[in-house]
């Protein structure tokens, strides 16, 4: 079955600083890439959609020069989350689609902590 | 805006016996999807089944079926023969015509012995 990989798993940082995560579909090309963000015991929220080929599109209150997002190749994503700071700490989850099927394929998550 | 609302936010079941988990959603677009999901506590998202909004009939999946009432905007989740294992969180979730998926907020499923 299509996998999807996400590092790291989890990471701690220092407030102000920057953190990437990454998103890779190892075995398919993800035309479509999403980015979630979840935290406990709720709901996946979503943060952005990109698509092959074009910028991501970002929901309504998500600040793009915050979490920039790049999908860099039809397997590759990242999300960086830039400037951290405490209230950013959260569970991120990605998922990738393939084209011509339906369902989604999720990543692992990153669990965020920030000092 | 897009809706999807699980009105259940926490079920128990006796082991064996069947659940239903509800599931309406909003959208005014003519083409959809509908899935569940399942997270266990170790955070991983497990896809369960799905529905395309022009299917006539209802999806299954082994002990999973999808009650799809398209009028009434209504996805229920039915699990059959619940086991232990089934214990976790199931989200209900859409995707629309411009390709966003959406999820909804979520039922915690008890499978008691």
């Known amino acids: 079955g299509a996998v999807v990989s996400q590092h790291p798993s989890w990471v701690i940082c220092k407030s102000g600083t920057s953190v990437k995560i990454e998103c890779r579909s190892l075995?398919?090309?993800?035309?479509?890439m999403f980015w979630y963000r979840q935290f406990p015991k709720q709901s996946l929220m979503l943060m952005a959609t990109?698509?092959?080929?074009?910028?991501?599109?970002?929901e309504q209150g998500v600040e793009k020069d915050k979490f920039l997002i790049n999908h860099a190749s039809l397997t590759l994503s990242t999300l960086t989350v830039t400037s951290a700071h405490p209230e950013d700490s959260s569970f991120y989850i990605c998922s990738a689609r393939e084209r011509g099927r339906e369902k989604l394929f999720f990543g692992s998550g990153t669990q965020l902590s920030v000092l | 805006a897009q809706k999807i609302t699980q009105t259940q936010p926490g079920m128990f079941v006796q082991e064996k016996e069947a659940v239903t988990l509800d599931c309406t959603y909003d959208?005014?677009?003519?083409?959809?999807?509908l899935f569940w999901y399942k997270q266990p506590s170790s955070g991983e998202m497990i896809f369960l089944i799905y529905?395309?909004?022009?299917?006539?009939q209802n999806a299954t999946e082994g002990r999973y079926s999808l009650n799809f009432q398209k009028a009434r905007k209504s996805a229920n989740l039915v699990i059959s023969a619940s086991q232990l294992g089934d214990s976790a969180m199931y989200f209900c979730?859409?995707?629309?015509?411009?390709?966003?998926?959406?999820f909804g907020t979520g039922t915690s499923l008890t499978v008691i012995p």
């Open positions: 990109s698509n092959e080929g074009s910028k991501a599109t970002y």
């Open positions: 959208t005014s677009d003519p083409s959809y999807g």
């Open positions: 979730a859409m995707r629309r015509a411009g390709n966003q998926f959406y």
């Open positions: 075995d398919f090309q993800a035309t479509t």
């Open positions: 529905q395309g909004s022009y299917d006539q």
